[in-house]
């Protein structure tokens, strides 16, 4: 009889159980379209690691952040973070954030510029999205790709103004071979 309850238990248990692998996401229909909204499974399941030699770059907004950076056919995509809980500007109860469609992003020797094409999850200057204090905006921007070659670049939003400050993050890497 024992064993009968213990099959039982352990048929039980193994009926109950289901998959731990992500469930598959939405495929882009143009490849050259990198980013999909992930699925709730995906997002809990998506693992940041830390970046070991700064790729990400350096912000001059202690509140803004590169996450991941990618190249696509068409596209040179930048992941950021917004973190209103890393504020530096006391605790005001929201604070107001865009990007100008002028932004752009600049190779080391500045002689070439990469012009901004679109973005996902924020809203171009002048309007603006408004985040609540300790709160965070994850959103995606999209610049015309790199040429081949430039493996270090910038992205320049404008210049600072006394209540303004714009997004210019340097010292951003990645992997991006010169044309054969």
């Not at 493996?151 to 600072?160: G, H, P, R, T, V």
Request: aromatic share 8%.
């Amino acid at each position: 009889m024992k064993r009968l309850l213990l099959l039982t238990a352990l048929c039980g248990l193994f009926v109950a159980c289901t998959t731990t692998r992500p469930t598959p996401g939405h495929q882009p229909a143009d490849e050259t379209e990198y980013y999909v909204k992930a699925s709730p499974i995906e997002e809990l399941n998506r693992r940041i690691l830390p970046d070991p030699i700064g790729g990400l770059g350096h912000s001059n907004d202690a509140q803004l952040s590169v996450t991941d950076i990618r190249l696509t056919a068409k596209y040179t995509v930048l992941y950021m973070t917004f973190d209103h809980a890393r504020g530096q500007y006391g605790s005001s109860a929201s604070t107001q954030i865009s990007i100008d469609p002028k932004a752009q992003l600049i190779s080391p020797d500045g002689k070439e510029t990469f012009a901004f094409v679109k973005a996902e999850g924020i809203r171009l200057t002048p309007d603006h999205i408004d985040v609540q204090a300790g709160e965070k905006a994850k959103f995606v921007l999209y610049f015309e790709r790199l040429s081949p070659g430039i493996n270090e670049f910038a992205l320049f939003e404008c210049k600072d103004s006394p209540g303004l400050t714009c997004w210019n993050v340097t010292d951003m890497h990645i992997d991006n071979p010169s044309a054969q």
